[in-house]
């Protein structure tokens, strides 16, 4: 079970997605009926590691963030999961094909700060600092293909 939180104000578990039919329509794109009705969805920012998700629908801009079973116990305890993390490393989470490479060496970086998109199944994923921290060294090279886990930007 899993909860989903669209622009902070409206929030859906997981039972509620069941009656969607959504058919890939692409890189990122879905055709989606509901209701009888047709929408056209795209996936154009994405950070897996925070679970939030840039997503336009009939050409409106949503936010996205999905909430597993422990992101909702935290909540209920009313504690907070989040605090200042210093990164270390930056491994690839999937195998893919290096597309771009945002961050420079000697850079300080905060919690989201876009560093490199990885190609991966056909979809692009901008990977981003999942905290603070400088990068040391950038490990990896425009266009070089990475497997899951490599090494791609040593932060110090």
């Known amino acids: 079970m899993y909860k989903i939180i669209v622009d902070d104000q409206h929030e859906f578990d997981s039972t509620q997605l069941e009656d969607l039919d959504a058919i890939a329509d692409g890189i990122n794109q879905f055709h989606i009926l509901h209701d009888n009705k047709a929408y056209r969805a795209e996936i154009f920012d994405q ?12 050409g409106t801009i949503y936010q996205v963030a999905i ?5 909702l116990l935290v909540k209920k305890l009313g504690l907070s999961a989040t605090g200042t993390q210093q990164v270390k ?13 945002m961050a420079e060496v000697g850079q300080t970086v905060e919690k989201g700060t876009p560093l490199l998109i990885l190609e991966a199944m056909k979809m692009e994923n901008v990977i981003k600092a999942p905290g603070e ?10 266009g070089q293909a990475v497997d899951k886990g490599q090494l791609l930007i040593e932060m110090e």
């Open 47 to 58: 950070n897996p590691v925070d679970r939030k998700y840039a997503i336009r629908v009939n």
């Open 67 to 71: 909430k597993d079973e422990f992101d």
């Open 89 to 101: 490393d930056i491994k690839a989470p999937m195998p893919g094909l290096v597309l771009e490479i």
């Open 133 to 142: 921290g400088v990068v040391k060294e950038i490990k990896v090279e425009k």
